[in-house]
């Protein structure tokens, strides 16, 4: 069996059915890359340990799954692949993708569609976008973290938590974002990659000077 395929069984306790759905997401996520350019070619024969389980590492880090929302979402990282494990788990909640590439979206609809998956897709910047709720954000490879919370914050100061993957430049951003904003962070190292973490953020405020 598959490493990548046997982490989702033991980790997630993932169906046949839900392996078939990674397994269609794979394919059209090639298929597509041609000529959308959304993901690195040199990775396009490791999908299932580089973009899969990077984004699936986050999925446990969820408190409270009734609204997700995935900002840049571009391939569908995380935001699709947290959907299919909520699915799995038979989890209702809304997940929202937003991203402003009209040609992504028109790929995370179709994709969803062959998937069968219940998600809201938001064309539009991130700036456009009315928060309504408390929601968890997440994202992977978007902005840099000052410049994220720079635009949540000012859309809805009341963002209960931010799940961020992010690459080696992570403390710099943390203390970069530290200058301007006061939060509470947890650091998790990823499982895909030594350089790599993700940060959960919360109780974010804008720092006294």
Same mark, same amino acid.
């Given at each position: 069996?598959?490493? @990548?395929?046997?982490?989702?069984?033991?980790?997630?306790?993932?169906?046949?059915?839900?392996?078939?759905?990674?397994?269609?997401?794979? @394919?059209?996520?090639?298929?597509?890359?041609?000529?959308?350019?959304?993901?690195?070619?040199?990775?396009?024969?490791?999908?299932?340990?580089?973009?899969?389980?990077?984004?699936?590492?986050?999925?446990?880090?969820? @408190? @409270?799954?009734?609204?997700?929302?995935?900002?840049?979402?571009?391939?569908?990282?995380?935001?699709?692949?947290?959907?299919?494990?909520?699915?799995?788990?038979?989890?209702?909640?809304?997940?929202?993708?937003?991203?402003?590439?009209?040609?992504?979206?028109?790929?995370?609809?179709?994709?969803?569609?062959?998937?069968?998956?219940?998600?809201?897709?938001?064309?539009?910047?991130?700036?456009?976008?009315?928060?309504?709720?408390?929601?968890?954000?997440?994202?992977?490879?978007?902005?840099?973290?000052?410049?994220?919370?720079?635009?949540?914050?000012?859309?809805?100061?009341?963002?209960?938590?931010?799940?961020?993957?992010?690459?080696?430049?992570?403390?710099?951003?943390?203390?970069?974002?530290?200058?301007?904003?006061?939060?509470?962070?947890?650091?998790?190292?990823?499982?895909?990659?030594?350089?790599?973490?993700?940060?959960?953020?919360?109780?974010?405020?804008?720092?006294?000077?």
């Amino acid at each position: 069996m598959n490493n @990548d395929i046997e982490f989702f069984i033991k980790k997630f306790n993932v169906s046949r059915e839900t392996i078939e759905k990674l397994n269609i997401y794979n @394919d059209f996520l090639l298929e597509n890359n041609k000529l959308l350019n959304l993901i690195g070619k040199t990775t396009e024969k490791h999908v299932f340990s580089r973009h899969f389980k990077d984004s699936a590492q986050i999925y446990n880090l969820i @408190d @409270d799954k009734s609204e997700i929302i995935d900002i840049g979402s571009g391939a569908g990282f995380p935001g699709i692949i947290i959907k299919i494990l909520m699915v799995n788990d038979k989890i209702e909640g809304n997940v929202v993708l937003i991203d402003k590439s009209p040609k992504k979206c028109k790929f995370l609809q179709d994709l969803s569609n062959k998937l069968s998956l219940i998600l809201k897709i938001e064309n539009l910047r991130l700036e456009d976008y009315k928060f309504n709720k408390i929601s968890t954000v997440v994202s992977r490879a978007f902005k840099k973290t000052v410049e994220t919370i720079d635009i949540l914050f000012k859309n809805n100061e009341k963002i209960r938590n931010i799940i961020l993957i992010k690459g080696k430049t992570y403390q710099q951003e943390l203390d970069d974002a530290k200058k301007k904003y006061t939060f509470h962070v947890e650091k998790f190292r990823s499982i895909t990659s030594d350089e790599s973490y993700i940060l959960k953020i919360s109780n974010i405020k804008l720092a006294t000077t």
